[in-house]
């Protein structure tokens, strides 16, 4: 088993912070894990993405080429990333900003900022909310070492409402699995 994955936004979003969570959510589960990041000049605002390869195996390329799972908070990133999607992969996209053409693979829109800003009166917890549910619709790590990770890299007054995130995306990403099923 080996995925590689890429979270895709702009500055701001908090997308490098949620691959570090995911990275050290597949340690916990004990797996191998590879993560990097990138950014544009701009702190808030310029392109941003993670890229976490998780396998079974000792991974010896350190850079995510074929994508199996893309998730993408702004048009821009899915516009940009979508070609290094394979064929049967999965995409998760941000459907209160980007619209997308059908895919080979699992194309999922859900309005991730909406929710979060709907639900939290900001914006700052899409990060969370769309890594929660992503997660639990690929199965890629377990809820219980997300959840701890997340509590690892939160400040300690962010860490409820986190997990309120987290529980909104597991929450929605059921919906869709029974709805899918």
Do not use: H, W
Not at 49 to 66: C, G, K
Not at 71 to 84: F, G, V
């Amino acid at each position: 088993m080996k995925n590689e994955i890429r979270l895709s936004g702009s500055g701001g979003q908090g997308l490098i912070l949620a691959g570090i969570i995911l990275a050290e959510a597949a340690i916990m589960d004990g797996k191998k894990v590879l993560q990097s990041q990138s950014y544009g000049p701009e702190s808030r605002g310029g392109s941003s993405r993670a890229d976490v390869i998780i396998s079974n195996e000792t991974i010896y390329f350190p850079r995510a080429v074929e994508l199996d799972i893309l998730l993408s908070l702004t048009q821009e990133a899915a516009d940009k990333y979508l070609p290094n999607l394979k064929s049967n992969g999965y995409l998760f996209y941000d459907s209160s900003s980007i619209k997308v053409n059908p895919i080979d693979g699992e194309s999922i829109g859900v309005p991730f900022t909406e929710l979060a800003i709907k639900n939290f009166k900001k914006a700052i917890v899409t990060n969370i909310i769309s890594l929660a549910f992503l997660c639990r619709v690929t199965e890629i790590v377990s809820m219980d070492s997300l959840k701890e990770a997340i509590k690892n890299r939160v400040k300690a007054r962010f860490i409820d409402m986190n997990m309120e995130a987290v529980s909104l995306g597991i929450k929605l990403a059921e919906k869709y699995l029974s709805e899918r099923d």
